[in-house]
């Protein structure tokens, strides 16, 4: 299964990189974390080494037991980052897509099983997978066993902690040492454990005392580096050398603490974990917006101190102390503990896409965030396959949830509008199919309103906007500030501020409707549920992810394989008495089964209501998740079909409503919040 | 000559047709038998169900087959869980389970950790009991397993109030042993070179079975079986194998008799499955006269036939081939649904070595647990059928690569 020359090679980039961080090592920002990197990649360099005893295993495995018999562990959770940060990992996800695995297991763990089947990895003479957090790594460690010979073991980790799991788990780790007693030819005295676990135990309160300073202001170690450091430290414990790097990193945030820049960021927690790839979010939250994690749960120290005196139950009983084990209830106590101690104003959860445990328990972290008064995001995404990644979505999901931040900052205000200095306010709506402008008065009265098909080119819709807006006799010059937004805000070169549609559909909205408190905007790309306050403020929303399911562009390719214009759907719809049954999630195999639908001879008409029904079902599930308060009006595109509106009220037991022009709430309310921007 | 040996097929009352038109109006009846009560629900194969017997519950496998939407799911659990989970869910919210007296939901995986959670949290379930379930089978993970069915006798009794005894566990083993027996003779008449009752029909009985009164479904079974097998002996040996290509259904849950329906529709013959909602389900027994019967129940539920939570891939994969191989399976059909990672991480080695036996195999992916789903499908799985029979009449003689590990 394995090539030579793709060991050789990977081997010889590892040389590389090695080199390469030992001749940069004093330009080092962050010296600690660079030799903690290097170690991790030394450790790997090594385990291809002939006759050397090397163990792959999940990185939850207790590293101390390794440790004790002088083996080198790897993570395989620490694999697939090399991988992607070497931007391999799209090439070896395809080796396990033609080798039959599934699209949809977690990435880290296919890109571990296609880096073998390629032959970049070292022959690993024990593999150990644990059961507790996650299916994909048991499986992949299981099925890299077999492959190559290896001989596996399971550390089956009880969901429930308690004096029986304890033995259980115990009892594994102690064969857990034999297997490695008979891989070294050699048994660990108590001094061993002695050893090992007082270095442990001094870096576990080292690695606090990090913690602790990570949330004072203008700490250097935030974010993903701070998640590195204390994520590639739990493959070191009870080494010499990770005590030795704690100490130094500890040294130079303590002579640094107090000296950072005073760019007040926002202070965040980060759920999950972090994207790898190059293609991520965080250069562009941490430098142009000030957003920093200054807390995260998986550096999250949570294990006592450990008792050399009973190695394996002490060692149990640190595994069985994961928050994440067993009910969402310790998870949820560790997410309040880490805002209270963190200070922090939003959390972020970073949903890598084949993470199931993680993303399972998105609903009750949300409602525990919103409890506790504090804003939520959820970032759809992959940490190691880039070709997962969209960042038009993903910017605007984050642009709104550092608007609800700042709002929090500022405290309850009133509408600034009648406040401003007198002239004309333009709103810019650039949506994935049409663009919309609103201008309006210094009162909020509309005084003009334009929609254009954007067509492929922005530069080409900028254009006509200048010409018909900005450079019209009756505005030339008049225009005091303009505000962007929609999907192709940042295209607006002319806008003084570029703010999400989430916020200006809560703004016009509010304001076409007073007491309006819950928002559906179906648009081309996106459908949004925007729960809004008494002043058309933002309290929380959600996003679809990716996928165009339950959008406007959903229904266009129904309407095309219906072979019908998209305006005529709902009219066709409504001709029906009940709908054919749409099942499918994604826009493509919905439209397989329209198509066999066709096929089966059913009436048009009732394929029609089925698809608007989806797109209604689909919408409901955002209600739920925000929270349907009357009054709910709906907005965006597709509010002009009927059927879809009529579905959505009866599958949400409410009346909805609906502006007489849906399309232009979001250009409205970026009108009226440029007015009070500029008059504030 | 073969067209005589037809005409006289026809003309004398095929015996295999009156047993399965019989089995129809079997599972007709089944169907019609009230709901047990007092019960409780489960969720997965491994709730050892010989405990909730015991307790004087019926243990009924909560109905997923009954809800089609899965959307307000959703609100709770991403869409990337499997469809079985959010079927779960939406039995949970929808208020549809208010007859039983609770439920037990298993650490099985992931998601299914996550449903607990949700359905804890959001559906206000009474009764709730997260069952622990070991994924290795050596002795460390006997003995917590049977503390962990210690804990559960407890919870139960403290649900019933009354004190589950010995003879009473006895007592439930002998009659789900007899469950178990039965289907297993209803497996053998499937599996009979002509089938005397389809696998559509078999997984109508699965369905039935688990949401009624079991020892009023073992009545029921052995009469019919009794009937049955006077025919059957008399007269079907003689005659000659069915067309339809043998073939062997793995995998993921299955809720209702849609896949094999679909299978059976379209030329194929299902004659034996590995699937937790068929006989995987209820092959292996518990020891009648152990000392202990709480070890015994403990002892049948880990070392069973194993789902792919379970240490043991290639001992599975081994079990696979050998199974198509017992049941003279002439192919195999490997059904999955979306997002269950237990399982498809393991479809590549079992194509692998069902290649390696010469077996043709299927792999089928569902979004749905339940329906013919798509025409797609359909086209697959005719088509599939469609080359066993080609290869059954020797047209293919040297079946290429491509052949045996058919994927559609």
């Known amino acids: ?680 | 000559m073969g067209n005589t040996v037809m005409k006289v097929g026809v003309q004398r009352e095929d015996p295999l047709l009156r047993i399965r038109q019989r089995a129809e109006a079997f599972i007709r009846e089944l169907e019609l038998e009230p709901p047990p009560s007092p019960a409780l629900g489960w969720s997965c194969s491994y709730v050892p169900q010989e405990l909730i017997l015991a307790a004087g519950l019926t243990p009924v496998r909560i109905p997923t087959h009954l809800e089609e939407a899965r959307e307000q799911t959703q609100s709770y659990l991403p869409p990337n869980l499997c469809p079985y989970v959010h079927r779960l869910l939406q039995a949970g919210l929808s208020g549809g389970l208010s007859h039983l007296q609770g439920t037990v939901l298993v650490a099985s995986c992931d998601p299914m950790r996550r449903l607990a959670d949700i359905w804890e949290l959001y559906s206000r379930p009474g009764f709730l009991y997260r069952l622990e379930m070991p994924r290795r089978e050596d002795r460390p993970a006997m003995e917590f397993f049977l503390r962990v069915l210690k804990d559960f006798r407890l919870s139960l009794q403290d649900l019933t109030g009354r004190r589950i005894r010995a003879e009473d566990l006895r007592g439930a083993v002998t009659v789900l042993n007899r469950t178990r027996r039965i289907m297993r003779e209803l497996d053998l008449l499937r599996a009979m070179p002509r089938s005397a009752i389809t696998s559509a029909q078999l997984q109508r009985i699965a369905l039935c079975v688990e949401s009624m009164s079991r020892e009023r479904f073992n009545e029921m079974g052995a009469a019919f079986l009794a009937r049955s097998r006077k025919d059957l002996l008399r007269e079907c040996r003689a005659l000659p194998g069915m067309r339809q290509p043998r073939l062997l259904l793995a995998g993921c849950v299955v809720e209702d008799d849609g896949l094999p329906r679909l299978i059976e529709d379209t030329g194929g013959r299902v004659v034996a499955d590995s699937l937790c909602s068929g006989m995987r389900h209820f092959r292996g027994q518990v020891e009648e006269n152990a000392a202990s019967p709480l070890e015994a129940v403990a002892a049948r539920y880990l070392h069973r036939l194993k789902c792919p939570r379970m240490v043991g891939r290639g001992e599975r994969v081994r079990s696979l081939v050998s199974q198509a191989r017992e049941s003279c399976s002439e192919g195999v059909v490997l059904h999955t649904l979306t997002f269950c990672d237990l399982h498809q991480m393991e479809v590549p080695a079992q194509q692998e070595a069902l290649l390696g036996a010469n077996i043709p195999c299927l792999h089928l992916e569902r979004e749905h647990l339940s329906g013919e789903d798509s025409g797609q499908l359909r086209t697959r799985v005719q088509a599939f059928a469609e080359l066993l029979s080609r290869r059954n009449r020797g047209l293919s003689v040297a079946a290429t690569n491509a052949d045996r590990n058919w994927n559609g």
């Open chain 1, 1 to 680: 299964m394995s090539s030579p020359l793709n060991r050789f090679s990977a081997r010889g980039l590892l040389k590389a990189y090695l080199l390469r961080s030992r001749l940069l090592r004093d330009n080092s920002p962050i010296p600690a974390l660079d030799r903690v990197k290097t170690e991790t990649l030394r450790m790997l360099d090594k385990s291809f080494r002939r006759g050397e005893p090397a163990v792959l295993s999940g990185f939850q495995a207790p590293s101390e037991i390794f440790h004790v018999y002088g083996v080198t562990p790897m993570f395989t959770e620490f694999l697939a980052p090399m991988l992607a940060a070497a931007d391999m990992a799209p090439r070896v996800l395809e080796t396990t897509r033609e080798a039959g695995f599934s699209r949809d297991t977690c990435s880290f763990h296919l890109t571990v099983l296609g880096a073998a089947l390629q032959g970049f990895l070292p022959d690993y003479s024990l593999l150990v997978g644990t059961s507790h957090l996650c299916d994909g790594q048991s499986k992949s460690l299981e099925d890299l066993a077999r492959r190559s010979g290896s001989t596996y073991r399971l550390l089956d980790v009880p969901q429930q902690d308690g004096p029986d799991a304890r033995r259980y788990l115990a009892d594994q780790l102690r064969e857990l040492e034999d297997r490695l007693a008979g891989l070294t030819g050699y048994r660990a005295g108590p001094e061993d454990w002695e050893r090992a676990f007082a270095l442990s135990n001094e870096t576990r309160e080292l690695l606090l005392q990090v913690n602790r300073l990570r949330r004072t202001e203008g700490c250097p170690l935030y974010g993903k580096e701070a998640f590195s450091f204390g994520v590639l430290s739990l493959m070191l414990l009870g080494t010499k050398f990770l005590r030795d790097r704690c100490r130094e990193m500890l040294d130079y945030l303590q002579s640094r603490s107090g000296t950072g820049e005073g760019t007040n960021p926002y202070r965040i927690l980060w759920l999950l974990a972090y994207p790898y790839h190059k293609l991520n979010p965080i250069p562009w939250l941490e430098e142009e917006r000030g957003v920093r994690a200054v807390a995260d749960e998986l550096s999250h120290i949570f294990w006592d101190p450990l008792d050399p005196s009973r190695p394996h139950e002490s060692l149990a009983e640190k595994m069985l102390a994961n928050p994440n084990l067993g009910p969402i209830e310790g998870r949820l106590r560790m997410i309040r503990e880490l805002v209270r101690d963190g200070g922090v104003e939003g959390v972020l959860h970073y949903s890598h896409s084949g993470c199931r445990q993680g993303n399972g328990g998105v609903r009750p972290v949300q409602d525990t965030v919103e409890d506790v008064g504090l804003p939520f995001v959820e970032l759809h995404g992959d940490c190691i396959d880039r070709t997962q990644f969209g960042w038009g979505q993903m910017r605007t999901r984050l642009e709104g949830f550092i608007e609800l931040m700042a709002r929090k900052r500022r405290g309850p205000e009133s509408s600034g509008v009648g406040k401003g200095e007198r002239g004309y306010y333009l709103g810019v709506d650039i949506g994935s199919l049409t663009a919309k402008a609103v201008i309006v008065d210094q009162d909020g009265a509309v005084s003009d309103k334009w929609l254009f098909f954007t067509g492929s080119s922005s530069k080409r819709t900028m254009a006509r906007l200048r010409e018909r807006v900005l450079d019209a006799p009756e505005y030339q010059n008049r225009i005091r500030s303009c505000v962007a937004t929609g999907y192709g805000r940042s295209a607006v070169d002319f806008a003084e501020e570029e703010i999400t549609e989430i916020s200006c559909h809560a703004r016009g909205m509010a304001e076409i409707i007073p007491g309006v408190r819950t928002i559906v905007d179906i648009g081309g790309q996106d459908t949004k549920a925007i729960s809004v306050d008494g002043n058309g403020g933002v309290r929380r929303f959600v996003m679809n992810d990716k996928c165009a399911a339950g959008t406007g562009r959903f229904l266009e390719l129904m309407a095309r394989t219906l072979e019908v214009d998209i305006e005529e759907l709902g009219p066709l719809a409504l001709k029906a008495g009940n709908p054919a049954s749409i099942s499918s999630l994604c826009s493509v195999f919905a439209e397989s089964e329209v198509v066999s639908l066709i096929a089966e001879d059913t009436e048009p008409e009732r394929i029609a209501r089925g698809v608007c029904r989806s797109v209604a079902q689909r919408s409901k599930t955002m209600l739920d998740r925000v929270g349907a308060r009357r009054e709910i009006a709906m907005s965006g595109g597709v509010s002009y079909n009927v059927v879809v509106v009529r579905e959505l009220e009866r599958v949400a037991g409410a009346r909805i409503r609906v502006p007489r022009e849906p399309q232009m709430i979001g250009a409205y309310g970026a009108a009226l919040l440029a007015v009070e921007k500029h008059g504030s």
